[in-house]
């Protein structure tokens, strides 16, 4: 025990975890000064130490602390899926992931190497799950936004080559050189330093050149990449890995200004290239570009979207199949009848029209499922949709459970009574297809104007996520 004392209390494993189901509560583990410590000095301490489950020890001189906890509590509990703790979860299926790439190579053709981007904790999917499938699944690359997005791929041990996607902070290029990462770049100042760092640590740094060839964002303005390159080229700690480009307008009608990006680009690689240097690794690319455009796939395409089973825009859709990986779930912890008048929700925006019952599911705007939606979405339960009603909640929403049946509708009265009830427990569906419904992202991004990059992410938030397959 090294002179550590616990204080402990009557309270059994069994009855600590059966009250309330409250695992939050902090077990109190005092230093020999009397200090708190933090909770994971005290699971440090129960695996070392033997006190789990040993007689209370008295700790003189600490008297005024009385909480009653006993040490077994801050044992971690066997370990149960998300889905146990919330009822609410975002499912991810691996082999959809798995099966997209496959079929991204097949349509795109063996001449490019495949980048699957994961920013944004992959487009809400889990980055390093994602990270781990698209490795084994064909992906030669990892693309990133930020050094921390980097930096979480290799703490969970992925050793792919990843490249972040804009130029980070200067401050963190130590960080940039010890974690492997090939940063994007376009302004001297960076290059500059980050040859510098390379230089003095004896090694050379891989950079990829962001040309910006229209969309007004980031990059070396494409007139200027030639310029830009040759100013750095005498620099030993550097070295061109690769140039690209981003399309703005691959998803849409448009097809002039991607002409103009791609001829502007083209011209920025061939004067690079008429200087006498290598451009590397060209890639210009995005799912929509790499489904549509043949000319546009280079060495390597970056995909994002088209992975996580989702379509840029309509007009990839009959181009491919892919199939959605994510899937939003809950399941109902409340099921009530609400009489006639009586309202529902913040605001009583909705009032029952008697005979129905209101059911709850543990899911909100504080997982993504966006407040604006109130009213205007529907949730699958067993194959059957029921509009969701009243306002949704931070953390819960409800729906309705008709029980009249319309007998003017003989069809709709017998598909009535063939309708499975709806009960404490039962899973609902928010995103995904239940028997013969579906609700694809892409629906309920639309109801909110905007698209399926922006829900992913936001479910991705906050929800627990669960991997099948
Ligand atoms: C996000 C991103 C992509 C991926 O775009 P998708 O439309 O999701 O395929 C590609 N390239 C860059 C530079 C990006 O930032």
Not at 201 to 211: D, E, M, R, S, T
Not at 261 to 266: G, K, L, N, S, V
Request: hydrophobic content about 40%; proline content about 4%; charged content about 20%.
């Amino acid at each position: 025990m090294d002179g550590f004392k616990v204080i402990e209390g009557g309270k059994s494993h069994n009855e600590s975890h059966n009250e309330d189901g409250d695992l939050q509560k902090i077990p109190r583990f005092l230093s020999p000064g009397g200090d708190l410590l933090v909770q994971e000095d005290a699971a440090t301490l129960l695996t070392n130490g033997d006190t789990a489950g040993s007689t209370p020890i008295a700790t003189p001189g600490v008297g005024a602390i009385t909480d009653n906890v006993s040490a077994a509590t801050a044992r971690e509990p066997s370990a149960i899926e998300p889905h146990q703790r919330r009822w609410a979860w975002a499912q991810i299926d691996r082999e959809a992931i798995s099966q997209n790439l496959k079929t991204l190579r097949k349509h795109i053709g063996p001449d490019s190497m495949i980048l699957t981007v994961v920013k944004a904790d992959g487009y809400g999917h889990g980055a390093v799950e994602v990270a781990k499938v698209a490795m084994r699944s064909g992906s030669k690359y990892l693309g990133v936004a930020s050094v921390c997005e980097g930096i979480e791929l290799r703490r969970a041990g992925i050793d792919a080559p990843i490249i972040i996607l804009a130029e980070p902070p200067i401050d963190s290029i130590a960080e940039i050189l010890h974690y492997d990462l090939v940063p994007a770049l376009y302004t001297s100042e960076f290059a500059l330093a980050l040859g510098e760092r390379a230089d003095a640590a004896g090694c050379v740094a891989p950079y990829h050149l962001k040309i910006d060839s229209g969309m007004n964002r980031i990059g070396v303005h494409y007139s200027d990449a030639g310029d830009f390159l040759r100013s750095l080229a005498f620099h030993r700690g550097l070295e061109l890995q690769g140039c690209f480009t981003h399309f703005a307008t691959a998803d849409t009608m448009d097809t002039l200004g991607l002409k103009m990006q791609q001829e502007r680009f083209e011209q920025a690689l061939e004067t690079i290239r008429y200087m006498g240097m290598d451009p590397g690794i060209v890639h210009a690319a995005n799912s929509a570009a790499a489904i549509r455009y043949k000319h546009t796939r280079y060495d390597m395409v970056r995909l994002g979207i088209s992975v996580y089973g989702l379509h840029p825009s309509k007009l990839t859709k009959d181009l491919i199949k892919l199939r959605p990986a994510m899937s939003v779930r809950a399941r109902v912890n409340s099921i009530k009848p609400v009489p006639l008048g009586e309202g529902v929700s913040y605001g009583f925006n909705y009032r029952s029209p008697g005979g129905v019952l209101i059911a709850t599911i543990p899911i909100g705007y504080g997982d993504g499922l966006s407040r604006v939606l109130s009213d205007r979405i529907d949730i699958l339960v067993d194959g059957y949709a029921y509009p969701q009603v009243g306002t949704i909640c931070m953390d819960m929403c409800m729906f309705e459970v008709s029980q009249r049946q319309d007998i003017s509708n003989i069809r709709q009265a017998q598909l009535s009574a063939a309708r499975p009830s709806v009960e404490f427990g039962s899973e609902a569906i928010i995103i995904g297809r239940s028997g013969e419904q579906e609700i694809s992202m892409d629906d309920i991004a639309e109801k909110m104007g905007t698209i399926s990059y922006d829900l992913a992410c936001m479910f991705g938030l906050r929800l627990e996520r669960v991997y099948k397959n």
